[in-house]
Nanobody, 127 residues
Framework: EVLLVESGGGSAQAGGSLILSCSAS????????LGWFRQRPGKELEGVSH???????IYLDSVKGRFTVSENNAKTTLILQMDSLKPEDTAMYSC?????????????????????WGRGTQVTVSS
C-alpha cells in the first residue's frame, strides 16, 4: 500500500498560480510512479501529469506549457506547479501511484492502471 496525501489546493484568479503537493508514504513495493488526475465539474476523469520510471514527464495537452510536475529523488513528494491558470482548470485534483511502472511515452494510461489514489484537493479558478 502507498498512502498518498495531497495538499495545496485552493482558489486563484485566472492567470494566477497554485502549487499542489503530494506526500507518498508506506510503500513496501519496489519503484513506483506518481502522477495527477483531475475531475472537472460534469467532465470525465482525466490524467493531468505523470513521471515515468525514466524521469520522462507526461502532460495532458491542455496543460502543457502551464503546469510543471516534479518529484524528489526518494519519490516521497510530488509537486504540481500550476501557472497561467484558467477557469477550466477548476477540478478536484488527485495524486495517483502506479506499481509496477508502465512504459508510457506520450500520454497517461486510464485510471484503472493506477493502483493508489489520494483523496484529492480542490482547485477553483475564477475569471
Amino acid at each position: 500500500e502507498v498512502l498518498l496525501v495531497e495538499s495545496g489546493g485552493g482558489s486563484a484568479q485566472a492567470g494566477g498560480s497554485l502549487i499542489l503537493s503530494c506526500s507518498a508514504s508506506g510503500s513496501t513495493y519496489g519503484e513506483y510512479c506518481l502522477g495527477w488526475f483531475r475531475q472537472r465539474p460534469g467532465k470525465e476523469l482525466e490524467g493531468v501529469s505523470h513521471i515515468t520510471s525514466t524521469g520522462k514527464k507526461i502532460y495532458l495537452d491542455s496543460v502543457k506549457g502551464r503546469f510543471t510536475v516534479s518529484e524528489n529523488n526518494a519519490k516521497t513528494t510530488l509537486i504540481l506547479q500550476m501557472d497561467s491558470l484558467k477557469p477550466e482548470d477548476t477540478a478536484m485534483y488527485s495524486c495517483v501511484g502506479q506499481w509496477p511502472c508502465l512504459p508510457y511515452t506520450d500520454s497517461m494510461g486510464p485510471r484503472d492502471e493506477y493502483n493508489f489514489w489520494g483523496r484529492g484537493t480542490q482547485v477553483t479558478v475564477s475569471s
